[in-house]
């Protein structure tokens, strides 16, 4: 998001029964935990196969969800691009392209970001008392709607109003702490690149926070499998309603 994660999850709590068909977290981490690099350019953790099985989750997706601060960081398409992939959309009576979704606490966003000029329709989620500064800023370029906080259970409740059934959230690390500390997903896909990376400043896959899934509370392995070289856990969450 905008890295103000303490401000936002649920505290561990949970959100209930979840307003959406599907909610599914993916991301790629190294052996130490880390999503990225501390460098200027985007570190690779994926593959090859990895990528393909991902941009093959994007395509049974309604939507996708990211942070501002992927947007601002790695300026990414989040769109389909294997063409088979979309004519299965096509051939399914969907859209070419997913909906995009990016949340923002600061409304800091760049108009010209590659979010905003390629792939399916926009939706920019932020604070009400941002909502009216967004909408000048970007024009016709995303809807915006405002909310009144970005609890995860706020911003799922939102996405349902907006016709998203199926949702794919794909980080950053505020994103994903929101989603995983108060439990609001179905299913988490995570891959664990085969390498270290080191930095004491590189982003995790989560910061601190109260966790609904603990010691006491695991979420359950579904299957570990090698895709390329890089290993892929599924995980599901059986108390998502």
Do not use: W, Y
Request: proline share 7%; aromatic share 4%.
């Amino acid at each position: 998001m905008d890295g103000q994660v303490g401000l936002m999850g649920e505290t561990g709590s949970g959100v209930g029964p979840l307003p959406l068909e599907m909610v599914q977290l993916s991301a790629a981490m190294s052996l130490d935990g880390h999503i990225d690099g501390c460098g200027p350019a985007p570190l690779v953790l994926s593959c090859p196969e990895d990528c393909r099985e991902v941009h093959g989750l994007r395509a049974g997706m309604d939507a996708i969800l990211v942070g501002a601060g992927t947007v601002r960081r790695d300026d990414p398409r989040l769109t389909v691009r294997f063409p088979d992939l979309i004519e299965e959309r096509r051939t399914a009576g969907l859209p070419e392209q997913p909906a995009k979704v990016v949340l923002t606490a600061s409304g800091d966003l760049d108009p010209g970001a590659r979010f905003f000029a390629v792939g399916g329709p926009r939706l920019v989620l932020c604070p009400a008392a941002k909502a009216a500064h967004l909408r000048s800023r970007l024009g016709g370029a995303a809807e915006v709607v405002g909310l009144p906080d970005l609890r995860a259970g706020t911003v799922l409740a939102a996405l349902a109003d907006c016709g998203i059934r199926r949702l794919l959230v794909e980080g950053g690390c505020s994103v994903l702490t929101l989603f995983l500390e108060a439990g609001a997903f179905h299913r988490l896909r995570l891959a664990v690149a085969p390498f270290f990376i080191g930095g004491g400043d590189a982003p995790r896959l989560v910061g601190p926070g109260r966790f609904l899934h603990g010691p006491g509370n695991r979420l359950r392995v579904e299957r570990t499998t090698l895709v390329g070289d890089v290993s892929v856990i599924d995980l599901v969450n059986n108390q998502a309603g």
